[in-house]
């Protein structure tokens, strides 16, 4: 089966840089994606990575490490908007590279 | 352009009920999902699918059937209502064809079955 590991929670303030860590033991590994996920809400796309490296979208970066099964989200100068749930996924060759199976999230915070 | 919707947003149902939760997109994608995300969990995928007409089997598929006869609409069906599918549903639609992988969900359906 397929495993993926983030922290539960995270707690940060306002302006500060904060880094979520993904790894996962999958077979059939085709990419790692990030959401996130507002109490109440549905999950929103952040990011994705199929490809070794870095991927930066605003405030937000993800990075990928294939040989080592690992990833992370990059969050930086954090706005109280930011507290949320995120969650990496990763999606497999053998439901066709695009569903989905997600981490059980982390809980971050952000403080004033 | 509404994205994806659900119907209901929300429903109780008494154990050995039967219900159909709807999905709908209006953005022509291919792809589309069922999950199921229980309190302080992530989402576990129940069924999928590829395109019009076919279904495939997720992570937790016991109990529920699903349908696609149209592409814009993925029906999933729970034939008898058990207290453990207590849970949020979302549904998801992406791009046959996309470098990102993203995924567009739904705002949820919350079941509650008694």
């Known amino acids: 089966g397929q495993s993926l590991e983030q922290p539960s929670e995270v707690t940060a303030v306002e302006g500060a840089i904060v880094q979520i860590n993904c790894t996962y033991q999958?077979?059939?590994?085709?990419?790692l994606s990030w959401y996130q996920q507002h109490d109440g809400g549905a999950p929103t796309f952040l990011s994705y990575n199929a490809l070794d490296g870095l991927e930066e979208t605003g405030r937000f970066s993800s990075f990928l490490s294939r040989s080592d099964s690992y990833g992370y989200l990059l969050l930086q100068e954090l706005q109280m908007k930011d507290s949320a749930s995120y969650f990496c996924?990763?999606?497999?060759?053998?439901?066709?590279?695009?569903?989905?199976?997600f981490g059980s999230g982390t809980r971050l915070q952000v403080q004033p | 352009n509404a994205g994806v919707t659900q119907t209901p947003k929300f429903r109780v149902l008494k154990t050995g009920q039967s219900m159909t939760l709807l999905c709908a997109q209006d953005m022509n994608h291919e792809y589309m999902y069922w999950y199921r995300q229980d309190p302080g969990m992530g989402l576990r995928l129940i069924h999928y699918s590829v395109g019009e007409g076919t279904t495939a089997k997720g992570e937790v598929p016991d109990g529920y059937n699903v349908s696609r006869l149209k592409k814009q609409n993925f029906l999933l069906g729970l034939e008898s209502a058990a207290p453990s599918q207590t849970s949020v549903y979302f549904c998801a639609s992406t791009p046959g064809h996309s470098n990102r992988n993203e995924q567009f969900f739904g705002p949820g359906t919350r079941l509650t079955v008694l």
């Open positions: 996924a990763v999606s497999l060759m053998d439901t066709g590279r695009r569903a989905l199976t």
């Open positions: 999958t077979s059939g590994f085709y990419g």
